[in-house]
């Protein structure tokens, strides 16, 4: 498992130009919010987690979704699925591969807080952040290597990943507040991974305590999507 995993990592790292769009987006859409409303220090701590989500979202989505469908449509999975790596393995190393792009777009919108805003926190305390939003990715990761395994068509994955990340930016708290949605909408989020991280990087950047409905979501999400990506990798072999 290990020699696969690090072959998917360089096969997606050798891809600039989705390593400048995934990694890239986040930073900028911060930068220019940032810089067009200067709001206070609290504000701007609040802006620079949400930022730091919608990275962890889309690095997570797109790094495994749409690729996984294009290795299926070419037969490639069909062959993998023949090598003794077991399923849970291969989604394993799928969702690892996924979560190393989704470090570097949360740190990059962390180290352009630090340079843009009065932001102030120790760096024991940005470690924590990053990395506790960083393991808190790994349901988007897990999602991307469902949609990409259950889905045939390689077309159909790229919706289907497009649309799973629209629901998580705008019904999971990052680009509305759960406490500013109507009350179904609120219910909604609350129950979606993207509110769980959002949970966690707040409570962090904020020093106080970190609810343990966020970790449970995480993992429930993490578990489940899981779980079906291993039954759908276990039913290419028999297509």
């Given at each position: ?32 919010l940032t810089l067009v409303d200067d709001e206070t220090s ?42 003794p790596m077991q399923p849970g393995a291969a989604v394993v ?147």
């Amino acid at each position: 498992m290990l020699a696969y995993t690090w072959l998917e990592a360089k096969a997606q790292f050798r891809n600039r130009d989705n390593l400048m769009w995934r990694l890239g987006l986040p930073t900028g859409v911060y930068v220019l919010l940032t810089l067009v409303d200067d709001e206070t220090s609290g504000s701007n701590t609040g802006r620079m987690v949400a930022m730091a989500a919608f990275g962890a979202v889309a690095a997570g989505l797109f790094a495994t979704g749409p690729s996984l469908a294009q290795e299926r449509a070419s037969g490639w999975l069909r062959q993998l699925r023949t090598t003794p790596m077991q399923p849970g393995a291969a989604v394993v190393a799928k969702v690892i591969v996924a979560m190393a792009w989704v470090l570097p777009a949360i740190a990059l919108v962390a180290v352009t807080g630090i340079l843009l805003t009065d932001i102030e926190h120790d760096p024991r305390d940005w470690i924590e952040l990053i990395g506790l939003m960083w393991i808190g990715s790994a349901p988007f990761a897990a999602l991307g290597v469902l949609i990409g395994l259950a889905i045939r068509d390689a077309g159909a994955a790229h919706t289907a990943t497009n649309f799973a990340f629209i629901v998580l930016w705008l019904l999971g708290g990052i680009f509305q507040p759960a406490g500013d949605m109507p009350d179904v909408l609120a219910a909604i989020s609350r129950k979606l991974p993207s509110s769980g991280i959002l949970e966690i990087g707040d409570s962090v950047a904020d020093g106080t305590s970190i609810p343990g409905s966020a970790p449970a979501l995480i993992v429930t999400w993490t578990a489940v999507a899981g779980a079906l990506a291993t039954l759908s990798w276990r039913r290419l072999g028999r297509r």
